[in-house]
Nanobody, 121 residues
Framework: QVQLVESGGGLVQAGGSLRLTCAAS????????MAWYRQAPGNQRELVAG???????NYADSVKGRFDISRDHAKNAVYLRMNSLKPEDTAVYYC???????????????WGQGTQVTVSQ
């Protein structure tokens, strides 16, 4: 069983920066990819940024050039550095892990509890 814990959310002014952290714990055999999603009230959950075990990254068009995703393989952690924040970035941000918990297990998806990011004008 895998647990993901996000931290680093908070309230910032437009133009400010924030760094989110997601730490994975529990049994994990292999991580395929980790990602950050976000969901604002009334909206669908959307992919913000993802990174594969090989370091290939993917970003939503709305955050390209402003956000940066990185991983610490030794810690099974993923980070999201958010710069030039806009009010439109306000949402609950969720950590996502795609991986295998043990040999013989299927690839499964795991979610953190979310951390609130609020960007004021």
């Amino acid at each position: 069983q895998v647990q993901l814990v996000e931290s680093g959310g908070g309230l910032v002014q437009a133009g400010g920066s924030l760094r989110l952290t997601c730490a994975a714990s529990g049994s994990i055999f292999s991580i395929v990819a980790m990602a950050w999603y976000r969901q604002a009230p009334g909206n669908q959950r959307e992919l913000v940024a993802g990174i594969t075990s090989g370091g290939v990254t993917n970003y939503a068009d709305s955050v390209k050039g402003r956000f940066d995703i990185s991983r610490d393989h030794a810690k099974n952690a993923v980070y999201l550095r958010m710069n030039s924040l806009k009010p439109e970035d306000t949402a609950v941000y969720y950590c996502n892990l795609l991986g295998v918990v043990s040999i013989g297990s299927v690839v499964s998806e795991y979610w953190g509890q979310g951390t609130q990011v609020t960007v004021s004008q």
